[in-house]
């Protein structure tokens, strides 16, 4: 049984940073691509960022880029999400997911609140 829990969320001020944890228990995290994923009250879940089995390669959405950095550590079965520049559209509940080669999410966490105040 795969299991994925978010935590790092929380409240912060505009222009503050917040660092989101997505933590996976299960053997075979190091072999698959991760994404992570928001949404906002009253909106769709949108992507926001993905990253490959072996962390060379990582994507962004436009609202993200250069702010939000991506990494994994297979070691400890983690994977990150560095968020910097904080804006108040940034405010969602985060969730991470894991994708298979074929493109179907086969596991979600439960998510984490991130709330930013202007």
């Known amino acids: 049984q795969v299991q994925l829990v978010e935590s790092g969320g929380g409240l912060v001020q505009a222009g503050g940073s917040l660092r989101l944890s997505c933590a996976i228990s299960g053997p075979a995290f190091r072999y698959y691509s991760m994404d992570w994923f928001r949404q906002a009250p009253g909106k769709e879940r949108e992507f926001v960022s993905s990253i490959t089995y072996s962390g060379d390669t990582s994507t962004y959405a ?17 994977m990150y999400l560095q968020m910097n520049s904080l804006k108040s559209e940034d405010t969602a509940v985060y969730s991470c997911a894991v994708r298979s080669a074929g493109g179907e999410y086969m596991y979600w966490g439960q998510g984490t609140q991130v709330t930013v105040s202007s």
């Open 62 to 78: 436009d609202s993200v880029k250069g702010r939000f950095t991506i990494s994994r550590g297979n070691a400890e079965n983690t």
